[in-house]
């Protein structure tokens, strides 16, 4: 058994992406607390490597399984062990040593390495919106029965989480959910219409993946996280307010029923919110920028425009319905982007395939995990027949 002074072991899924790169970060400054037991990637050989030397990683995995070789070779020499596929990874995230399992990757890839983890008790700091997007009913389910610590890592999520601290068992009136706007916050829709990939990746605020920045521009990456606050936090979708708050300085509030607002105010850094689910209940020191609060100038607040972002009212109307819905929206949203990224399809042709994808399929009321698997394959298939792959 561990004591309180051993450094809690963390296994960081997706360690080359936006997420990842922060987490390790974020451990490099606290290394009496914190020590890396394993770290997975995709493709990124040469970063994988690079960092496994660095923290001194037992195993690292590499998912795709054709560059197990090439990882083999990069880490020859050391004491690594070298792992691919995502059986890897799935039993390595199960095992003693592991404490904390951070769920970066990116799309419902990270689904099933985060309900390996979920099933064996971890604690997770999760950064993978569609586990909870696609499988919310499951996975909350799951960590009930193993015992494990779902701890958010998105920074409104952690945002609640925080605003939460100290009033367990009040009465929460209603959830509000901030948003930036995203690249086209202030852009007419004929010119949002006609907007190539290259405008949508320039978010005014955050850095993040090419993904989670396209998601952001089209809105979708807020519905995802009220589907993710439904589950997170057992709240009704209808409690769950989205504000566009253009300055990302408060990151989400909690109204409570006698009409008090806690909001938690940071500048946009992930950095925080991935220390603070690692470190839970404490707050530890970080090297970033703190609220210069004169110089803040003014804080807004708008209601967001469905008409321009119908993918955020795609994702209220799916999670509402229930069941598979918001399984088949994710799948068909992930191929719509990667089709938006390529330029295959122009921005207004996001919301209009994940409807139709809805539309085409038929729906599970209480699907269990492979009903999820499924559905997902299925709606990824039917969904790259729409943009002709």
């Known amino acids: 058994m561990k004591n309180n002074n051993t450094p809690k072991r963390i296994a960081v899924l997706g360690s080359t992406g936006s997420i990842g790169t922060q987490t390790l970060d974020v451990v ?86 985060t309900v390996a983890a979920v099933k ?23 960590a009930q029965q193993s015992g494990s610590e ?3 890592v998105d920074s409104e999520h952690s945002a609640i989480f925080q605003c939460l601290q100290g009033n367990i068992g009040q009465k929460v009136a209603k959830i509000h959910l901030t948003a930036s706007g995203g690249p086209f916050r202030t852009w007419e829709k004929a010119d949002i219409a006609a907007a190539k990939a290259a405008a949508a990746l320039k978010h005014p605020n955050w850095s993040m993946g090419a993904k989670v920045t396209i998601d952001s521009a089209t809105m979708m990456n807020k519905g995802l ?42 500048h946009p850094d992930m950095r925080e919110p991935i220390q603070y689910a690692l470190s839970f209940p404490d707050r530890l020191c ?12 003014r804080l807004e607040f708008f209601a967001p425009d ?45 919301p209009q395939i994940i409807s139709d994808t809805i539309s085409g399929m038929d729906i599970i009321q209480d699907p269990g995990l492979e009903d999820i698997y499924a559905t997902n394959d299925e709606a990824y298939a039917y969904a790259k027949t729409l943009v002709k792959w």
């Open 120 to 142: 064996a008790g971890k604690t997770i700091a999760l950064a993978n919106k569609e586990t909870l997007v696609a499988a919310g009913s499951v996975v909350t389910a799951l």
């Open 286 to 297: 970080l090297n970033n920028r703190k609220p210069d609060f004169p110089q803040l100038a």
């Open 150 to 152: 779902i701890r958010p």
């Open 225 to 266: 996280e009220v589907i993710e606050a439904k589950w997170l936090f057992g709240t009704d979708v209808d409690d769950i307010n989205v504000l566009v708050h253009p300055q990302s300085i408060v990151h989400s509030m909690v109204e409570y029923e006698d009409g008090s607002v806690i909001a938690q105010l940071g």
């Open 28 to 113: 490099s400054q606290h290394p009496d607390r914190f020590a890396i037991d394993l770290l997975t990637a995709n493709n990124q050989v040469e970063l994988l490597a690079k960092q496994a030397v660095e923290f001194n990683v037992p195993d690292v995995v590499i998912c795709n399984e054709s560059k197990y070789q090439q990882l083999k070779d990069a880490l020859a020499g050391t004491d690594v062990r070298v792992h691919a596929g995502m059986d890897a990874v799935c039993d390595l995230v199960g095992r003693s040593s592991v404490d904390i399992v951070v769920t970066a990757m990116v799309g419902f890839s990270g689904v099933r390495s």
């Open 306 to 350: 469905m008409d321009r972002f119908p993918c955020l009212a795609l994702a209220f109307d799916s999670i509402r319905r229930g069941g598979t819905v918001p399984t088949i929206m994710n799948a068909a949203n992930e191929v719509a982007v990667k089709a938006y990224l390529e330029d295959r399809i122009s921005f207004y042709d996001i």
